[in-house]
C-alpha cells in the first residue's frame, strides 16, 4: 500500500522508534503518546483493520497478542498495561493499517 504511512514506517521510509521487530510483525512507539509508555505493535503486511481479518490471519492476530505483554514488561509496564484495537471511523480508527494500541505507566 504506498500511501499507507505504517506501511512507509515498514519499509523504513518514514522514521520511527522502533521496539521490536520480526518477520511478521514491527512495533513502535506512537508518535502522539497517551501515556508515558504507549507503542504500536502491527502487522507488516497491510491489514486494513481488524475487520478485515479471517481465519487465515489468526496466527497472525496471536501472535501480536502474545507479543503485546513481552514487549510491555520490556518497556517497563512490569506492573500492567492497556491495549486498544480501534476499527473503523467509528471505531475512532485514523490509520487504516491494523494496530494494538499498548500502553500505559510504568511503576
Ligand atoms: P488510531 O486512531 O488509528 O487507532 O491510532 C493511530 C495512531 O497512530 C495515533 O495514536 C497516532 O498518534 C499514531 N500515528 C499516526 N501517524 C504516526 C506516525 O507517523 N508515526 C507514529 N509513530 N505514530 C503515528
Ligand atoms: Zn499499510
Redesign the pocket.
Known amino acids: 500500500m504506498s500511501d499507507c ?2 506501511c512507509k ?1 515498514v519499509a523504513g521510509e ?1 522514521p ?2 522502533k521496539v521490536y521487530e520480526d518477520d511478521e510483525v514491527f512495533a ?7 501515556a508515558p509508555v ?1 507503542f ?1 505493535l502491527i502487522p507488516k503486511r497491510h491489514v486494513e483493520s481488524l475487520a478485515h481479518c479471517g481465519p487465515d490471519d489468526e496466527a497472525l492476530l496471536g501472535r501480536m497478542l502474545t507479543l503485546a505483554p513481552q514487549l510491555a514488561r520490556e518497556q517497563g509496564l512490569a506492573e500492567g498495561f492497556k491495549t ?3 476499527t473503523g471511523r467509528g471505531g ?5 493499517h491494523l ?1 494494538i ?1 499498548v500502553f500505559g505507566h510504568k511503576h
Open positions: 504511512i505504517f514506517i518514514i520511527a522508534s513502535f512507539h506512537d508518535i502522539r503518546p497517551v504507549h504500536l486498544g484495537i480501534n475512532g480508527q485514523e490509520v487504516f494496530h494500541h
